[in-house]
């Protein structure tokens, strides 16, 4: 799970095999570990409702269930828009890694 933070953006990608386990466990979590015991967990879900949440330690994604299921992964994503406080929008772009391994790797 890679997550990139702008100023008005957030993407969210995800290797092929990480978007089969959200498809079928309606969830994926990682934890990052920092010096100083410090820890990011990270959590995408699938939910009726989307929202995205950023609080303490912990970054939390819900992806609307409907429109992954049908989601078929192209290089565009899916973009995703939250309201914020004063009127700002902030965008969760959705992608899955579509690349091919390169051949050294095969």
């Known amino acids: 799970m890679k997550v990139k933070l702008e100023t008005k953006k957030t993407s969210l990608r995800l290797s092929k095999d990480e978007f089969q386990t959200l498809c079928q466990k309606n969830r994926l979590q990682e934890e990052i570990y920092f010096p100083g015991e410090k820890c990011l967990k990270i959590s995408v879900e699938l ?53 091919k391994p390169p051949l050294s790797s095969l």
Request: with cysteine; net charge positive; charged share 25%.
């Open 47 to 99: 939910e009726a409702v989307q929202f995205f949440k950023f609080e303490d330690n912990q970054i939390q994604f819900g992806l609307p269930k409907h429109l992954i299921q049908i989601y078929k992964p192209n290089k565009a994503g899916l973009s995703l828009q939250f309201q914020c406080d004063k009127g700002r929008i902030h965008t969760v772009i959705f992608e899955v890694d579509i690349k």
